[in-house]
Each structure stands twice: as structure tokens, then as C-alpha cells.
């Protein structure tokens, strides 16, 4: 068995102004499965149960654009619940899993006839007759689920459980008293080989409804800007079409490649020591059949965007309170420059970092101010956000001035030494906080290993952090923090965007160009998407120009 | 190792675990201030939670007046800090000190290394009863109020949720409200209800029973009760939603099914949702609510609506077809509630819930912040016994479940598109 040992409490101990910390190590006990699944122990004796995190490398951003929302999907309908019928693998006539067959056949009918009757409304319709049959099924298959108000195998054990979906992965967090070890273990791995996906059909529909209903908004929108034509820069909104395209076998499909056992690794945080756990996962998470080593398996590869991509304007109007944000094109967690630049995003944030004293308090430009690192994920070149709302009486010009004034001073002037010793203490409480939370412990891990590629960077790399001089965070904000990196999004306030004149003309327009152009309605609605999102980062007057130019390729009964 | 030798070790190794439990400590300070502590060595952290109780009375008089009244303070010298000294002394210790206005009251919520308990709690104290509140921020500090209770940058789901709030302390006052409040009204609200005799501290982590007892006598023992300045006059203002109705008896019939929503909330964006918010009963005992909090939400009767507990609400959503009405969204989310309180529960969904949440309890050990709010909610008296759990009957469970869904208390709103009904 190969211990490590975490050093992270006397590295921390280390400081020349820190007194020593509590001498005690963590352990991270590390196993690798015969099929690729990785099995990270963490144990602690104080308590009386076990907090285990499933974290399957991919996420949103390895999603091919067919399948955008594919991650979302899983989130919610293979680990939103534990319910028993998800894990009868029972096949064959008049099994959940012929009846779930054919809700996919009738549901995609649905969605053909419905195509079909908005281009040609006035034909006859089959959607009634096909809605009746569907309404029947739908009645069948709720009579195979449990009636039990416990019917969660989980939350019947006192247990509880959460799945995220991110750009990075997917992450399952499930806590259950430290007795049910072995059958969270068996459910777990017989969730994964049935892939039931029995709700499928309502976690597509509420997932689509609460996309339509969103709207644009702010953090999206900086994304598609800053990085376009990537999947870190895709907004799920604008593939509603394909998500509603996607059927049941469409998601199992995907499941079986995105959460094989070599994109998995199983953090466990509790009163379990490897040699009691390692048992239970061999059997079980162990057994689920290794990912054919084929071109279809490997990792995607995806597009890079060059980070001096240019300085980027983008104004909307979102209704609400007036906002900016500016967005940075940073390099990957694994960069030498990261943990610089995550450096200067403390010594930026929170209540008593420079935004919050110099814009909001001191100057008094700025409400608010918050800060995103590694946004939409850390794995790939991302982001760095900067979120400020306007007082009152200050213009959305005037607080970007003050924002670019402090970053030229994080740039250029020396970082004082008590500055820069307060962010050194608040990244010591908050490691210690992350020790002394599971949940906490297992997502920190989990992450660094999906971003960083291996679990141990979450502990090097405060020790890192630690070794860095003020002059590497200036350097890196030099390179990194300036106007050819730079994305600003002005959110005025007023009219919602659906109520702009020019912007529902130039939709108008664009999809009046590509109903002549493209058959397939998903791939129609998503390039006008994208066009308009093109089109929103142009001035005023350039969309207004751009405008004329599209109407001038219409037919002139169309314009 | 074989698998049935390891579950032989887990399973041995419980008995001895579950005597790790930590056991909480209380004492008083003559000042009436009870402080509890779950000393914890395991790491070099400590955790502080101060919970000052509310008096209804204050908040009846100005609606509004708590959640203006904890901003003010936040912006406000305390002890012999300046509000940015004070800032700076909590970032350079990298103390996160948090206040919150929740239905049981005001709190504060402290973390710290435990080096720096002594900095930590005492500003605590200073910012608890040493604050000395200023007129100048008030103007900005009501605008920021009447900002964040109206959620003017919030999704209109979360507005909704607002207008249905049924806690009087969480409803959101009117501008009329927060403007008839002045610089008199925040220090008799001070003194009034930041009394050590409402307050209890919970402290966990890494310090010791003596060692609390100095620190906290030393930080809080000189909080005495102030002297009450007249009560405000009450404010005569317009109510800004439909007012909550009054909790009706249990037999209430329920009432004829609403013609059109009483609260709508428009989303830009085509969408119909109906939402019912249920606070749970005052007089409910904390057994039924644990109880009924683990059975509700995953009742199948409820499909495909959804429910969840939000404090100690109830919450009830419904997303239904935009081009739908709304009243019959609404009507369609009351019915399922009321056809699961007309059903009630059976003795074996009783079982079942008893043996869950008595198996939840070993999650607690995974949640330091849980151990905090379970020791407030036993000192306040709210706590869950174990052995009540196991005697609550069927009956008494279905007594409470018809209370808590009482259509009475049920507040219901509607998130429609920007056009339609």
C-alpha cells in the first residue's frame, strides 16, 4: 500500500508570522481499479458516517453539440433520486424498460408532428392522437414506480444525495451513515450497469422549461463572447432544440462512454479505512465493465482559443439593475501562472479585498463587487469575472474606469506587506475549514484532480501558493489581466431584450435567411443563436448597418 | 481483506465511534447570556453562533425595521473600531464573521482559527452590543434594504418566493415602510431586542470549558440590558402583498378554488409555474415536523409537482404549460397538496420515517455547522428527541400533516409569462 501523507497543516505551520498548527497530518489513501476507477480514502475516526463524492471527468464541455445538455441530463435523471425501479434490471415485454422504450418512440413522434405543424400548420395533425397514447404510457409507467413517500433508497436510510453538473464533470455527493457502506457500493454500481433513466422524459421537460424561462443572462452571454466557437463558451439555451431532440437512448448512449470506469474516480470522506473500503469497491464499482479502448473513448479533442483574442465589447439590455462584467481569458489550472492569478483574484475579493474597499467603499462607484475564478471550469483556458453593480448616480463608464484602475494598480504598484499576509491567513482558514468539512475535503480533491489532473495538486499547490513572492502575481496580472484578454459586457438597465426593437427585427431577418438556406430546424434556430450573439458585441450602429446588409439578401416580399 | 471481514470491521468499529459524539457543555453569565459549547480538538478551529431571540412586538411596529437595523450595523463602528479597522481586523485574521435575519431571530455566525478566538469573539461582542450605530449610512443603507428585500437582481422565481413568505420577520417591507423608519427607531430597536438575556452563544471547536468560560465572561460580560427607549409609534402603511391569512383550525373546510392567483409575478420569458408556500405551524412539535419533512417531499402523490423544505417552509412548485391558465395551475398545485393531507400517512410510513431519521442522525458527524444549529435548536428548545420520535403515533402524525397543509395557511402565487392571464 502506498501512503500519502498530506503536509498540507505543517506546511502551513511554515510561516514566519503563522505559529505552528495543529501537528496533525491528513491521510489520502489512493487505490487504482483493475477497469481504471480510482478509489481516494480519506478516513476519520470522529465520525459515524461517510460522505462519498463520484466525480466523472468530461462534463459539459466534451459534450458534442448534439448532445449539449447531456451532463445536465445525467444530473437529473440518473443521480437526481435513488429510486428502486432505476436498479431492476429486468428486460424483455411489459418490463419498465420496454414501457420506457416506447415513451422514447412516442415522444419522438410527438416532437416529428409538432415540427411538422409549424411548418405547415394548416395540414392535419396527429400530435392530439399522439398526446392521448403518450398520457396512457405515461400512466403505465407511473404504475411501476414505488408508491412509497420513502420510496429514495437513500433518504430512507437517512442519507442524502446531490449531482452537479459542471463544464469540467459531473460530481455525485452521497452521505450515508457509515453501515450502509456496502449498499450505497451495490447501488451505485448497479445504477451505473442498468442506466434505467426512468424519469428521462420529466427531467428533459423540466430542464427545457427552465432553460426557455431563464432568459439571457449576464455570466452566459460574457462566456459566448470571450470564448466563442468553444464549449466553454456555449450557453445550454441556445441548443434547446437539440435537447429536446434527445431521447432516452440518446443519454444512455453517452452515459455508458462518459461515466466509464476510467473517467471515474470515487472520493470517500468518513469513518472508513482503505482496508475496510477497498473490498466493497473491488466487487462492486470494480466489476463495471472497463471502456473498449477505441477512438470513440478517448478524450475529444477541443478547439483552443488564442487568449490575446482582442479586446471584446458587448452591451445588452437584460431589464433589472444595470450591471459590468468583465471577463479575462486565463490560462488552465496546470499554468504556472494560475495560481498567480488566483493570487490576485484574493487579494481583489471579498469584503476586504480591493474591490470591495476602493469601488464600493472608499470611492463609492460600485454597490457591489464579486469575483469568479475558472469560469465556466479550470480544466481548460477559462475566465476570470469580475461582477459590479453601480451606484446610484455612477455610470456603467465610470465604474470600469475605477474597476481597470485597480487592476493597474494590482499591476504596477508594490502589493503591501500586511495585504499580502491577510491573504496568506485566509487561504490557511480556508484550507482548514475544507479539512474540517468531508463534503468539502471530497469536492476539493475531486476537482483537482478533474482540473489539475491529479488529486494531490489541491495540497501542493497551497504550498505553492505559500512560495509565491508579490512580484510572480504582478507579472502574471501584467500578462494576463490586460485589454487583449479582455471581455466587457454593459448590462444596461431598461427594456428587456425581447422588447428591443433592432434585436427581434435582426432575428426576424436572420431566420427569414436561414429558412432559406437550412432544413433542419435545430440546426436553424441554433445558427440564428449564435448569430445574434455574434451580432450583440457590435455598436449600435454596426448592428443597425449589419441590419440593411441581411434584409438586402431577402427576397423583397420577405423584408 | 474479504468483504465480510470488512464489513465486520465497519460495523465494529460504530459501537466506538458513536462515543465520539461530542457532548455539549452549557453555562450562564449573570447577565443572563447562556452559552453552550461543543468542544471539538480535532482541529485548530472554532466555531461561534450568536442568536439573539426577536420580540414580534418590535417587528409589528415597523416592518422592515430588523433587516435595516442588521445592515446598519454591519456598516457601523463598533467598540473602538472604526468600521473599516474592524474589517481589517477580521480579514487579517481571516475571520469570516456572517450576520443573518432568519425566522428565529438575529445571528451571527464566526469562524476563526482557534489562536485567534480571543480577537474573534471579542469582536463578536463589539459588533453584537458595542456597535455604535450611525445616522450618516442610513439613507444608503435603506435604499440597499428596500433593494435587497424587493430582489430587484433576482430571478422572478425567487421574487415570487419573496411575496409568498409567510414569516413576518423574512417579509419584505414596502419602500413606505423602510422610509418611515428613523435614526430614534434603530436605537430603540437596539436596545430592545439586543438584550443578553435573549441571546444564546453557541461556541464549537478547539477551546476548553475554562478557557470558554473566561473568554466569553470576558467578551460579553459587560452586555447589560439597556434602558427602553419608547416604543415606536406604529407605521400606518399599505400593505405590500395580500396579507397572510390568519391560521384557521385544523377541520377548516378548504376554500373554493381560486378564480384567479392572488400573487403574480410576471418572468419575461413564456413560463407557468404555481407555487404554495406552507410555514410550518408554531405549535407543531418538532418530532411531526421532522418527521412529516422527511415524508412530504418525495410523496408520489405529489407528481410531477415538486416540494421541498426551505427553513421551516414548506415549498410547492408546480411548472405547468405556458400557454395554460394560471388559476388552474394553482388550483391544480392546492389539490395535490390537499389530497395528501385528506389521505395522511400510514403506520408504516411512519416506521419507515422513524427509522430514517434516526439513521440520519449519524450524518451530523460529517457537519460541523449542523452540530452548531442542532445546539441552538436544544437550547431554544426546539430540538428533536430521540425518544419522542419513537413514540409519535400515526394519529398525531396526520394531526400535524393536517395542519401544516391547512389550506388556510397555504399561500400561493403564480410565475406567468410576460403576456397572458
Known amino acids: 500500500?502506498?501512503?500519502?501523507?498530506?503536509?498540507?497543516?505543517?506546511?502551513?505551520?511554515?510561516?514566519?508570522?503563522?505559529?505552528?498548527?495543529?501537528?496533525?497530518?491528513?491521510?489520502?489513501?489512493?487505490?487504482?481499479?483493475?477497469?481504471?476507477?480510482?478509489?481516494?480514502?480519506?478516513?476519520?475516526?470522529?465520525?459515524?458516517?461517510?460522505?462519498?463524492?463520484?466525480?466523472?471527468?468530461?462534463?459539459?464541455?466534451?459534450?458534442?453539440?448534439?448532445?449539449?445538455?447531456?451532463?445536465?441530463?445525467?444530473?437529473?435523471?440518473?443521480?437526481?433520486?435513488?429510486?428502486?425501479?432505476?436498479?431492476?434490471?429486468?428486460?424483455?415485454?411489459?418490463?419498465?424498460?420496454?414501457?420506457?422504450?416506447?415513451?422514447?418512440?412516442?415522444?419522438?413522434?410527438?416532437?416529428?408532428?409538432?415540427?411538422?405543424?409549424?411548418?405547415?400548420?394548416?395540414?392535419?395533425?396527429?400530435?392530439?392522437?399522439?398526446?392521448?397514447?403518450?398520457?396512457?404510457?405515461?400512466?403505465?409507467?407511473?404504475?411501476?414506480?414505488?408508491?412509497?413517500?420513502?420510496?429514495?433508497?437513500?433518504?430512507?436510510?437517512?442519507?442524502?444525495?446531490?449531482?452537479?453538473?459542471?463544464?469540467?464533470a459531473l460530481l455525485v455527493q452521497v452521505e450515508l451513515p457509515a453501515s450502509d457502506f456496502e449498499f450505497w457500493c451495490r447501488t451505485e454500481a448497479q445504477r451505473l450497469t442498468v442506466l434505467q433513466l426512468s424519469r428521462f422524459s420529466e427531467a428533459r421537460a423540466a430542464l427545457a422549461a427552465e432553460l426557455r424561462s431563464r432568459g439571457p443572462q449576464g455570466l452566459p452571454m460574457i462566456q459566448g463572447a470571450a470564448l466563442p466557437g468553444h464549449p466553454y463558451g456555449r450557453d445550454l439555451a441556445d441548443h434547446l432544440p437539440a435537447l429536446e431532440a434527445m431521447r432516452r437512448s440518446d443519454l444512455q448512449a453517452w452515459a455508458r462512454r462518459a461515466c466509464r470506469p476510467d473517467q471515474l474516480t470515487v472520493?470517500?470522506?468518513?469513518?472508513?479505512?482503505?482496508?475496510?473500503?477497498?473490498?466493497?469497491?473491488?466487487?462492486?464499482?470494480?466489476?463495471?465493465?472497463?471502456?473498449?479502448?477505441?477512438?470513440?473513448t478517448e478524450d475529444p479533442l477541443l478547439p483552443e482559443i488564442p487568449a490575446d483574442l482582442g479586446d471584446r465589447r458587448i452591451q445588452a439590455s437584460l431589464g433589472g439593475t444595470p450591471a459590468l462584467l468583465v471577463g479575462w481569458r486565463i490560462p488552465a489550472r496546470p499554468h504556472r501562472d494560475h495560481l498567480a492569478l488566483r493570487m490576485a483574484a484574493r487579494l481583489l475579493e471579498g469584503p476586504s479585498g480591493r474591490l470591495a474597499q476602493r469601488l464600493v467603499r472608499q470611492k463609492a462607484v460600485a454597490q457591489s463587487a464579486e469575483m469568479w475564478m475558472d469560469v465556466p471550469g479550470g480544466r481548460l483556458p477559462g475566465l476570470l469575472v469580475v461582477r459590479a453593480v453601480p451606484s446610484e448616480g455612477h455610470s456603467l463608464a465610470e465604474l470600469e474606469g475605477a474597476l481597470h484602475t485597480e487592476i493597474l494598480r494590482l499591476q504596477q504598484e508594490p502589493i503591501p506587506t500586511d495585504e499580502w499576509q491577510r491573504a496568506l491567513t485566509q487561504i490557511d482558514v480556508e484550507q482548514l475549514r475544507i479539512q474540517d468539512e468531508p463534503g468539502a475535503l471530497a469536492s476539493t480533491l475531486a476537482r483537482a484532480w478533474v482540473e489539475a489532473g491529479d488529486w494531490r495538486q489541491a495540497e501542493q499547490e497551497v504550498q505553492r501558493l505559500r512560495n509565491l513572492g508579490p512580484e510572480m502575481v504582478q507579472l502574471a496580472t501584467r500578462t494576463w489581466l490586460n485589454p487583449s484578454h479582455r471581455t466587457t459586457l454593459w448590462l444596461q438597465s431598461g427594456t428587456d431584450e425581447s422588447q428591443d426593437p433592432l434585436e427581434a427585427e435582426t432575428a426576424r431577418v436572420l431566420k427569414a435567411l436561414a429558412a432559406t438556406r437550412i432544413e433542419d430546424l435545430a440546426q436553424r434556430e441554433h445558427l440564428v443563436s449564435e448569430g445574434l450573439r455574434q451580432l450583440r458585441m457590435l455598436s449600435l450602429d454596426e448592428r443597425r448597418r449589419t441590419l440593411k446588409l441581411l434584409e438586402a439578401q431577402l427576397a423583397p416580399e420577405k423584408r | 481483506?474479504?468483504?465480510?471481514?470488512?464489513?465486520?470491521?465497519?460495523?465494529?468499529?460504530?459501537?466506538?465511534?458513536?462515543?465520539?459524539?461530542?457532548?455539549?457543555?452549557?453555562?450562564?453569565?449573570?447577565?443572563?447570556?447562556?452559552?453552550?459549547?461543543?468542544?471539538?480538538?480535532?482541529?485548530?478551529?472554532?466555531?461561534?453562533?450568536?442568536?439573539?431571540?426577536?420580540?414580534?412586538?418590535?417587528?409589528?411596529?415597523?416592518?422592515?425595521?430588523?433587516?435595516?437595523?442588521?445592515?446598519?450595523?454591519?456598516?457601523?463602528d463598533a467598540g473602538a473600531f472604526s468600521v473599516d479597522e474592524f474589517e481589517q481586523l477580521l480579514a487579517g485574521a481571516?475571520?469570516?464573521?456572517?450576520?443573518?435575519?432568519?425566522?428565529?431571530?438575529?445571528?451571527?455566525?464566526?469562524?476563526?482559527?482557534?489562536?485567534?478566538?480571543?480577537?474573534?469573539?471579542?469582536?463578536?461582542?463589539?459588533?453584537?452590543?458595542?456597535?455604535?450605530?450611525?445616522?450618516?449610512?442610513?439613507?444608503?443603507?435603506?435604499?440597499?434594504?428596500?433593494?435587497?428585500?424587493?430582489?430587484?437582481?433576482?430571478?422572478?422565481?425567487?421574487?415570487?418566493?419573496?411575496?409568498?413568505?409567510?414569516?413576518?420577520?423574512?417579509?419584505?417591507?414596502?419602500?413606505?415602510?423602510?422610509?418611515?423608519?428613523?435614526?430614534?427607531?434603530?436605537?430603540?430597536?437596539?436596545?430592545?431586542?439586543?438584550?443578553?438575556?435573549?441571546?444564546?452563544?453557541?461556541?464549537?471547536?478547539?477551546?476548553?470549558?475554562?478557557?470558554?468560560?473566561?473568554?466569553?465572561?470576558?467578551?460579553?460580560?459587560?452586555?447589560?440590558?439597556?434602558?427602553?427607549?419608547?416604543?415606536?409609534?406604529?407605521?400606518?402603511?399599505?400593505?405590500?402583498?395580500?396579507?397572510?391569512?390568519?391560521?384557521?383550525?385544523?377541520?377548516?373546510?378548504?376554500?373554493?378554488?381560486?378564480?384567479?392567483?392572488?400573487?403574480?409575478?410576471?418572468?419575461?420569458?413564456?413560463?407557468?409555474?404555481?407555487?404554495?408556500?406552507?410555514?410550518?405551524?408554531?405549535?407543531?412539535?418538532?418530532?411531526?415536523?421532522?418527521?412529516?419533512?422527511?415524508?412530504?417531499?418525495?410523496?408520489?402523490?405529489?407528481?410531477?409537482?415538486?416540494?421541498?423544505?426551505?427553513?421551516?417552509?414548506?415549498?410547492?412548485?408546480?411548472?405547468?404549460?405556458?400557454?395554460?391558465?394560471?388559476?388552474?395551475?394553482?388550483?391544480?398545485?392546492?389539490?395535490?397538496?390537499?389530497?395528501?393531507?385528506?389521505?395522511?400517512?400510514?403506520?408504516?410510513?411512519?416506521?419507515?420515517?422513524?427509522?430514517?431519521?434516526?439513521?440520519?442522525?449519524?450524518?451530523?458527524?460529517l457537519h460541523p455547522e449542523a452540530q452548531v444549529a442542532e445546539a441552538l435548536a436544544d437550547a431554544r428548545g426546539r430540538s428533536v428527541s430521540p425518544a419522542r420520535v419513537n413514540a409519535l403515533t400515526v394519529e398525531a402524525l396526520n394531526q400535524g400533516l393536517r395542519r401544516w397543509l391547512d389550506p388556510a395557511r397555504i399561500r400561493t402565487g403564480v410565475l406567468a409569462g410576460p403576456v397572458g392571464p
Open chain 2, 94 to 365: 481571516g475571520i469570516e464573521l456572517v450576520p443573518a435575519l432568519q425566522t428565529d431571530g438575529l445571528s451571527w455566525s464566526l469562524l476563526a482559527r482557534s489562536r485567534d478566538q480571543d480577537l474573534a469573539l471579542g469582536l463578536l461582542a463589539d459588533r453584537a452590543f458595542r456597535s455604535v450605530a450611525t445616522s450618516l449610512t442610513l439613507e444608503t443603507d435603506r435604499l440597499a434594504t428596500w433593494r435587497e428585500t424587493e430582489r430587484l437582481e433576482a430571478s422572478p422565481r425567487a421574487k415570487l418566493r419573496l411575496l409568498l413568505e409567510p414569516d413576518w420577520t423574512l417579509q419584505a417591507p414596502t419602500l413606505e415602510h423602510l422610509s418611515a423608519i428613523n435614526h430614534p427607531d434603530l436605537l430603540a430597536f437596539y436596545a430592545g431586542a439586543l438584550r443578553p438575556d435573549r441571546a444564546v452563544l453557541i461556541l464549537q471547536g478547539d477551546l476548553g470549558l475554562e478557557q470558554a468560560k473566561r473568554l466569553v465572561l470576558l467578551s460579553f460580560g459587560t452586555w447589560t440590558v439597556q434602558a427602553q427607549p419608547p416604543v415606536p409609534a406604529p407605521v400606518q402603511a399599505t400593505p405590500q402583498t395580500a396579507a397572510a391569512p390568519a391560521p384557521a383550525a385544523a377541520s377548516a373546510p378548504a376554500p373554493a378554488a381560486p378564480q384567479a392567483p392572488r400573487i403574480l409575478v410576471r418572468n419575461p420569458r413564456p413560463a407557468l409555474m404555481a407555487m404554495a408556500v406552507a410555514a410550518q405551524p408554531e405549535d407543531l412539535d418538532p418530532e411531526s415536523a421532522a418527521l412529516l419533512a422527511l415524508l412530504l417531499p418525495g410523496d408520489p402523490a405529489l407528481a410531477p409537482a415538486q416540494l421541498r423544505l426551505e427553513g421551516l417552509d414548506l415549498v410547492g412548485e408546480l411548472e405547468s404549460d405556458p400557454s395554460g391558465s394560471a388559476a388552474s395551475a394553482e388550483t391544480s398545485m392546492l389539490e395535490r397538496l390537499q389530497a395528501i393531507r385528506q389521505r395522511g400517512f400510514t403506520e408504516t410510513d411512519l416506521r419507515r420515517a422513524q427509522a430514517a431519521w434516526s439513521e440520519s442522525r449519524a450524518l451530523i458527524t
Open chain 1, 1 to 168: 500500500m502506498r501512503r500519502l501523507v498530506l503536509p498540507l497543516l505543517a506546511v502551513l505551520g511554515l510561516s514566519a508570522q503563522a505559529p505552528l498548527l495543529d501537528s496533525r497530518t491528513e491521510d489520502v489513501q489512493e487505490r487504482r481499479l483493475a477497469n481504471g476507477v480510482r478509489l481516494l480514502v480519506v478516513e476519520r475516526r470522529a465520525v459515524t458516517a461517510f460522505h462519498a463524492a463520484l466525480v466523472f471527468r468530461g462534463g459539459r464541455a466534451e459534450e458534442p453539440p448534439p448532445l449539449a445538455g447531456a451532463t445536465d441530463l445525467l444530473a437529473r435523471a440518473l443521480y437526481g433520486a435513488t429510486w428502486p425501479e432505476d436498479l431492476e434490471p429486468a428486460k424483455g415485454n411489459g418490463s419498465l424498460d420496454a414501457l420506457l422504450k416506447e415513451e422514447e418512440g412516442l415522444l419522438e413522434a410527438l416532437r416529428l408532428e409538432q415540427l411538422r405543424q409549424r411548418k405547415a400548420p394548416e395540414a392535419a395533425s396527429q400530435a392530439q392522437a399522439l398526446g392521448a397514447s403518450l398520457w396512457t404510457l405515461h400512466q403505465a409507467v407511473r404504475a411501476r414506480y414505488s408508491t412509497s413517500p420513502l420510496a429514495d433508497l437513500y433518504v430512507a436510510r437517512g442519507g442524502r444525495q446531490t449531482a452537479t453538473a459542471g463544464a469540467d
Open chain 2, 1 to 76: 481483506m474479504r468483504p465480510l471481514a470488512a464489513l465486520a470491521a465497519i460495523l465494529l468499529s460504530l459501537p466506538g465511534q458513536a462515543q465520539t459524539s461530542i457532548r455539549p457543555q452549557t453555562f450562564s453569565l449573570p447577565n443572563g447570556m447562556r452559552v453552550v459549547l461543543l468542544e471539538d480538538h480535532e482541529r485548530p478551529l472554532v466555531r461561534a453562533r450568536l442568536n439573539v431571540l426577536l420580540s414580534r412586538d418590535l417587528e409589528a411596529a415597523h416592518p422592515g425595521l430588523a433587516a435595516l437595523a442588521l445592515r446598519v450595523l454591519g456598516h457601523s
Open chain 1, 267 to 296: 472520493v470517500l470522506v468518513g469513518s472508513l479505512s482503505m482496508d475496510s473500503a477497498l473490498p466493497f469497491v473491488e466487487r462492486t464499482f470494480g466489476a463495471l465493465p472497463a471502456g473498449a479502448a477505441s477512438a470513440s
